[in-house]
């Protein structure tokens, strides 16, 4: 079980299911999430989440492929929390940041480094994508 929240205590959540993948994304998109730096999320179905008390607010927008991507942050504090995209419905980005215990995330690999500024360090041993992984 994977816990966490929002800075200001206001929404929790509850991971009950074994994470898809970890990674890194370095979309523009993200990096405005961030406030600069890549989303460091993990994948989870949307199933196995279950948020409380409150429920985030969310924003979206249309990815580069034409996608439809929620983003969901505390409207309270602005802590960001999860991401969902309309290419796949059933599964949930949660991000890293948010975990009780970060030290968990290991990222498996990095997304949309062609996006990625001079001064964002990719890690060379993990594998890369310009854009999005082949399906």
Known sequence: MLTGGCACGRIRYEASGQPII????YCRQCQYASGGAPSHAFLMLKSELKVMPAM???WRSTSEKGNQVTRYFCEQCGTPLFAESSANPAVVSIKAGSLDDPGVFKSSGSIWVSSAQPWHHVDPDLPRFDKEPPQ
């Open 22 to 25: 970890f990674g890194s994304c």
């Open 56 to 58: 985030p607010r969310a």
